[in-house]
């Protein structure tokens, strides 16, 4: 059997596909996977044993420069790419109409959300059959309910993101036992205090976990930095992280003791990786998108409620246990 996964992007929406994946291998032995995703988060898929082949598109990139020639040949080579070979199923996941449209290029019968479950109700005339998949569900179990209603079969348990990665080896990196703090989001209501990072990374540094903040663009550099200089009489010290990619993040988070973040991509992808996980909520709202990895992971939080400092020490002393 062949499938073509479509879910092309967010990244905290790529990480919560991952178990529809180890789904379809637990239920059909032998199962060849295909995975239509951002370029940006291609990685992310390949991490995944199951999947055999993933066909990057680059729809953000290309929005900005359509006029551009390279564009359009871009456009085509990836048009020739997703309709290569024909499918037992193409499943779109993310029920957007660009998801839908990707996910109609392919050959084979497309299969995605119903109107009234989609995301964006037009995507569902993309599909040959379309599925009623209830919103008050976690996406984790959307995207597994799905997956299960489209190919007839019968959720397997437990839960299963199917990824791992080795443990960074990096000379910044101390070999003392170490913390991630991902303290950079989107948007700036999603934001947790610095004074709260402070205040819990020197709490952190008293049981002896050295705190490692990554970041990526210049303001999440500067952030990182500003933290670390106010740790800087914390014993042991905080280290602000040279820039990672997806690959180096994963295997920083995979050697860490625990990881804590706010509502962002990679802490979805610190609990997809088992690691004992605390998201913290701000500006969002954790029952439908909170990291979901059973014991392992809490969610501390919620819109316009930010976790106080000594609530999330606390959590993290009972994931440390």
Not at 123 to 138: G, M, N, Q, T, V
Not at 171 to 176: F, I, N, R, S
Not at 298 to 320: D, H, W
Request: one cysteine or more.
């Amino acid at each position: 059997m062949h499938i073509l996964l479509v879910k092309t992007s967010s990244l905290g929406d790529v990480i919560h596909n991952l178990p529809v994946v180890s789904d379809l291998a637990r239920r059909f032995p032998g199962v060849v996977v295909d995975w239509v995703v951002e370029e940006t988060f291609a990685d992310i898929a390949r991490l995944h044993p199951a999947v055999r082949r993933v066909i990057p598109v680059a729809v953000r990139r290309w929005r900005r420069r359509l006029l551009a020639p390279q564009t359009w040949r871009e456009m085509r080579e990836f048009r020739r790419l997703v309709r290569a070979e024909r499918y037992e199923a193409v499943l779109d996941t993310q029920g957007l109409v660009k998801s839908g449209l990707i996910a109609s290029l392919a050959r084979g019968p497309h299969l995605g959300h119903a109107a009234a479950s989609a995301r964006e109700p037009l995507a569902a005339r993309f599909y040959d059959r379309s599925f009623s998949i209830p919103k008050e569900l976690h996406a984790v179990e959307r995207n597994r309910r799905l997956a299960a209603d489209a190919l007839a079969y019968t959720l397997p348990s437990p839960l299963d993101y199917g990824i791992h990665a080795p443990p960074l080896v990096a000379a910044w990196l101390p070999a003392t036992p170490y913390a991630v703090l991902l303290t950079a989001t989107s948007r700036t209501d999603k934001e947790w205090p610095e004074r709260d990072w402070i205040e819990l990374g020197r709490a952190l540094g008293e049981i002896g976990l050295r705190c490692i903040l990554p970041a990526g663009s210049t303001a999440e550099r500067e952030r990182a930095a500003r933290l670390a200089a106010g740790l800087e009489d914390a014993q042991p010290r905080a280290i602000a992280a040279p820039p990672l990619g997806i690959r180096e993040l994963a295997g920083l988070m995979a050697g860490a003791r625990i990881v804590i973040g706010v509502d962002t991509g990679l802490t979805h992808l610190a609990a997809a990786l088992d690691r004992p996980t605390i998201a913290l909520f701000c500006g969002s709202d954790p029952r439908l998108t909170g990291v979901f990895a059973g014991d392992r992971a809490i969610n501390l939080g919620t819109i316009g409620a930010a976790p106080a400092a000594r609530t999330v020490f606390e959590a993290s002393q009972v994931l440390l246990e």
